[in-house]
């Protein structure tokens, strides 16, 4: 069993940045592939990042290439992700995951565990 609780978000303007933090409980963590994901009102989760178990491998959606970075520090329990040049449609609630393979990171009925979810909002 793992609980994940995401903090980070809030309000920037166009531009700006934000890093959101995902604190996972458990010992096993470290044996989780990570994902974040991102749904704004009226529109379906969608996928945003994944990092493997050891943070060696990441992978992201081409609309945050460029923009945002994934990653963990196992030792903390906690994975990342750094948000730069924001833009008002990154405007959505940002969830982290927790899956237990590495394959098909980008769907969300991939993972086993999800948090609460952060508010990001984005101002133009």
């Known amino acids: 069993q793992v609980q994940l609780v995401e903090s980070g978000g809030g309000l920037v303007q166009a531009g700006g940045s934000l890093r959101l933090s995902c604190a996972a409980s458990?010992?096993?963590?470290?044996?989780?592939?990570m994902g974040w994901f991102r749904q704004a009102p009226g529109k379906e989760r969608e996928f945003v990042a994944a990092?493997?178990?050891?943070?060696?491998?990441?992978y992201s959606a081409d609309i945050v290439k460029g923009r945002f970075t994934i990653t963990r520090d196992n030792p903390k329990n906690t994975v990342y992700l750094q948000m730069n040049s924001l833009k008002p449609e990154d405007t959505a609630v940002y969830y982290c995951?927790?899956?237990?393979?590495?394959?098909?990171?980008?769907?969300?009925?991939?993972?086993?565990?999800w948090g609460q979810g952060t508010q990001v909002t984005v101002s133009s």
């Open positions: 995951a927790a899956a237990t393979g590495w394959n098909n990171l980008a769907q969300v009925y991939t993972y086993n565990y």
């Open positions: 990092i493997s178990w050891r943070g060696g491998s990441t």
């Open positions: 458990g010992r096993t963590f470290s044996s989780y592939s």
